[in-house]
């Protein structure tokens, strides 16, 4: 927890070091203030009656009276200050750590993604990170400044009475005792509404989903959806009362406790005012700060459970922030070592290299389940690989690897005579670009799309549309200016189809030695199918430069394109060949190709899986 509190200072200092700073001097300020009123009062009165029996001067009285009435005026504008420098944090601090977010998303471990942990925290961080470090600052300061106060006033009382000390220190254990305990049981409650609440919130984004909710007006099962909402909000609403019924009672419980601490100060000091053991200022300073007392007992507590609950949220951040680096994004602390770094890496990517890979095995994070076992291959530049095997036989964690997403778990991976393991991301992006199964749709202009694997080219307007017409000449990419996705009034929606061609387009756009497609047809119909696999044929080809191309399909039909096919089961490569080769030998290639082929040869008998009676 205290890593936490230091982390969340540290984070503030680093992105807003003046506001904080102002912020921690108010708060110092602040926590005195309460002690001072309570002295300066006392003088004021004592120095009064003294004036009035003519044992002090006039000067006197009056600069008790101007410390009190400073002290009294600065309480009165010190939090339109603390809202100016809190406005202010915020600012520097939303922008400075949201930049310092994403530079992390870049640089993480892709790895870590297979961590439901990290999901966890992923979904924390796109509420407002800034807002929540922010919240745990302001109860750290409120705990600081209350904190003060607190030390303060058992000074003063110790100087009064050593009773006092101790009576205040017993109550205010007491008061924390009952604050722990009914922070302890709502948090109980609302923990076991977490479940609930994720379901309500599901139930209510289906009404409002464009996926769902024809489906749902097709089916009639809005009433059914709305009646589930309803029934599930009204248990919700109850448990709700119930958990504020609570907290008033808790809320009773401290109400006896700050009477019972009231009725003994006051107990206390008439009994000392009576033995002429305190001053008439002291009397009435003490009496008059029993308010400010009890929202300090109040405010205390509040500010100590305050941090607890606020340390849990922001520790999905840090946990986040902790998460190891991508080993292709290496820090260099010296120029030198860059320029070196770059100069070395571009002799290597001057010339097309082999990729090679050597005794590779590989299983995911928190999984002892290999999903490739002692592989070993080498693709010559320039070579149009086709992988291919049954579902969960390899064919995409082999892609991961191949572009330096994931690690092998043993044995090495080569770009030519480097280990991969020693490549940059800027070097590894020259020489691979990939189009995966679940590509991203991205809300920007179709120029930033295509734009999006090469950035360099972004305003090259030839090259753009060339890489477009290389996969569709579909109207829709013919404006690089259109706003794709609904955030603008003219932006146009993609079909599915045309936004596999987008992803497509974007990879052929960046100028590096490999294409890796992953389905590339997948979304696409039949006739589109036919054009992409002609277009495909014109990227991959010599007339192109010559590019690699490694793509997985579970069309076998495209596999005659490639010059080498590897056919993977549970992790292994059991077949390596040409089309002809495989067919001719009758392993497991031969074996799925017909039965593929036997879909288009058999229509007739597959027609009638079909027929009234048999669904």
Known sequence: MLKNFIKCICTVFKYGAFPAVVLFFLSVFTGLTLPFTVLYTQKLIDSIILFLKESVVLSSVLWNAAVLAFTILFMNHVNFISNIAFIYLEKKLTYNLSEAILTKMLKIEFACFEDAALHDALKEIRSHPAKKVINLFKECRAFLCDSIKLFGMVF?????????????????????????????????????QVFDERELEDLSSLLSNKDALPELKIFSAVPFIVKKFKDKYKVLLKERISITLKSYRYMGIASVIMIAWFSFLIFVLIRLIIRGQVSVG???????????????LVFMSQSFWGLIDDNKSIGFLYTFMDLPHDIHYKE???????????????????????????????????????????????????????????????????????????????GNIFIGSKNINFLSRDALHREFSVVFQDYASYQMSLRENAALGSIEFLNDDEHLKKSLALISDD??????????????ESGTELSGGQKQKLAIARACAAKTNFIIFDEPTASLDPSAEKEMYQNLQKII???????????????????????????????????????????????????????????????????????????
């Open 156 to 192: 003063i009382f110790a100087r009064v009475s050593p009773w006092l000390s101790l009576g205040f220190f017993v109550f205010l254990v007491l008061d924390f005792i009952n604050e722990y305990i009914a922070t302890k049981k709502i948090q109980a409650i609302y923990a076991s």
């Open 541 to 615: 080809g010599t007339s192109n430069r010559g590019r690699g191309c490694i793509f997985i399909s579970h069309r076998l039909a495209s596999a005659k394109m490639a010059d080498v096919i590897f056919v993977l089961d549970e992790g292994r490569i059991i077949e390596k060949g040409s089309h002809d080769e495989l067919i001719k030998n009758g392993g497991l290639y031969s074996k799925m190709y017909k039965e593929q082929a036997s879909w288009y040869k058999d229509e007739p008998d597959t027609n009638k899986v079909f027929m009234r009676g048999n669904l």
């Open 475 to 488: 109207p829709v990419f013919d404006d690089l200016d259109k706003h794709l996705g609904k955030l603008e």
């Open 282 to 296: 002291m009397f009435t300073g003490l009496i008059a700060s029993i308010t400010e007392i009890y929202y300090l």
């Open 332 to 410: 260099m602390r010296h120029e030198e070592k860059i320029l070196e770094q770059n100069i070395l890496e571009q002799k290597i990517f001057d010339k097309k290299n082999a990729i090679i890979f050597e005794n590779v095995s590989f299983h995911y994070p928190n999984s002892k389940k290999e999903v490739l076992k002692n592989i070993s291959f080498r693709i010559e530049p320039g070579t149009h690989i086709a992988l291919v095997g049954k579902n969960g036989s390899g064919k995409t964690s082999l892609i991961k690897l191949i572009a330096g997403l994931y690690k092998p778990s043993s």
